[in-house]
């Protein structure tokens, strides 16, 4: 079983600029959720995507926005990068429809906006 | 009021002995309880869920629920080093199953 796995590891950005971020969900995992982790904060969450549609949407602006593939994999796009965008970001594959939809997350990618 | 909150840390607790972690949450639509465990710079890890109220034991670990006062705690017996993480509390909610966390709570076990 292949667990979550995101690229890049690590990211430095200036202000204004946009970036990709990405996300291959967990073998047999239909279901993708980000979110983002502030330094000494709990994970907020951005959005979900089920089959390929946002599911549900956090308290975020616009400019974040997002794809979900038909392989479940999925991206987070962040556009017109701001200081307070720099943290965590996180995503969790789950499968809709099972009883407690379990979250699993990868390992993250470290946005560092100058 | 804060939507998700943890008691204060950090706690510490000396190793072998019960670290307790509370959660209260202010969404009575909260249907499950996630707890997750996390190292310095990494991801957040499942540790376990409930969802019934009362107690529900994995291992060293027990989750306890009590909907009506909307709490939810974490036991960890005989605790180790190993156990020194932040521990994130997280109800679910909502159609897309949407995961509000709290602050976290940083437990440090003493050898």
């Known amino acids: 079983e292949t667990g979550v796995t995101q690229s890049p590891t690590h990211l430095i950005k200036t202000r204004g600029q946009q970036v990709t971020l990405r996300c291959s969900s967990q073998?047999?995992?239909?279901?993708v959720s980000w979110y983002q982790q502030a330094l000494g904060q709990g994970p907020q969450f951005i959005f979900q995507?089920?089959?390929?549609?946002?599911?549900g949407r956090g308290n975020f602006p616009p400019r974040f926005s997002g794809l979900q593939f038909p392989n479940y994999s999925s991206e987070l796009n962040v556009n017109a990068l701001e200081l307070d965008d720099s943290a965590l970001y996180l995503c969790?594959?789950?499968?809709?429809?099972?009883?407690?939809?379990?979250?699993?997350f990868g390992p993250g990618t470290r946005l560092t906006v100058l | 009021q804060k939507e998700v909150e943890q008691n204060s840390g950090p706690l510490s607790v000396p190793e072998g002995a019960i670290a307790s972690l509370n959660c209260t949450y202010s969404?009575?639509?909260?249907?499950?309880f996630f707890w997750y465990r996390q190292y310095s710079g990494k991801s957040p890890e499942l540790i376990m869920f409930?969802?019934?109220?009362g107690d529900k034991e994995d291992g060293r670990f027990t989750a306890q629920l009590n909907k009506a006062s909307q709490y939810v705690s974490l036991l960890i017996r005989d605790s180790q080093p190993s156990d020194s993480a932040t521990y994130l509390c997280?109800?679910?909610?909502?159609?897309?199953?949407?995961?509000?966390f709290g602050k976290g709570i940083t437990l440090s076990v003493r050898p």
């Open positions: 969790a594959s789950s499968q809709k429809g099972l009883a407690f939809g379990e979250q699993f």
């Open positions: 073998s047999g995992h239909n279901t």
């Open positions: 995507y089920y089959r390929e549609e946002e599911n």
């Open positions: 969404d009575r639509g909260s249907q499950s």
């Open positions: 409930i969802y019934s109220n």
């Open positions: 997280a109800p679910m909610t909502g159609a897309n199953s949407k995961l509000t």
